[in-house]
């Protein structure tokens, strides 16, 4: 597995939360904060963010954190969830970004995509 998993938010949610995020409300229905890892960013972006903007995406150093679980998912592939809060301290950065009608992940200083 690897140390790095990422977490696209709403960005006034995660700067409201103060030390703590405690996920989105689909986050907060299923009991865990969904992350991906890169290789999952993009079709994650296009299936559940299409269409929104002023989101933000979170890079979180996965050993900072407790109660997270490797579980299988879309085609059986095992994403990074976290059964409980995310702590703000577990982020190594944020960067700005819209995903737009296409699903294209379009950050502010005008990339697009993900590598």
């Known amino acids: 597995m690897t140390d790095l998993a990422y ?7 995660y700067e409201a939360a103060d030390g703590f995020y405690s996920g989105s409300a689909v986050d907060r229905a299923d009991g865990y ?6 290789g999952q960013l993009a079709e ?10 002023d989101l933000l995406l979170v890079a979180v150093h996965l ?3 407790e109660d ?3 579980e299988p998912s879309r085609g059986g592939a095992l994403f990074p ?24 992940m379009r950050f502010d200083d005008g990339a697009t995509g993900w590598p």
């Open 7 to 13: 977490k696209l938010v709403d960005r006034a949610e």
């Open 33 to 38: 904060i969904h992350m991906s890892t890169a």
């Open 44 to 53: 994650t972006a296009a299936r559940h963010f299409r269409g929104r903007d």
């Open 63 to 65: 050993p900072d954190l």
């Open 68 to 70: 997270l679980r490797w």
């Open 81 to 104: 969830h976290l059964f409980g809060p995310l702590p703000k301290a577990a982020a190594l950065w944020e960067r700005s970004l819209s995903v737009d009608a296409d699903g294209i």
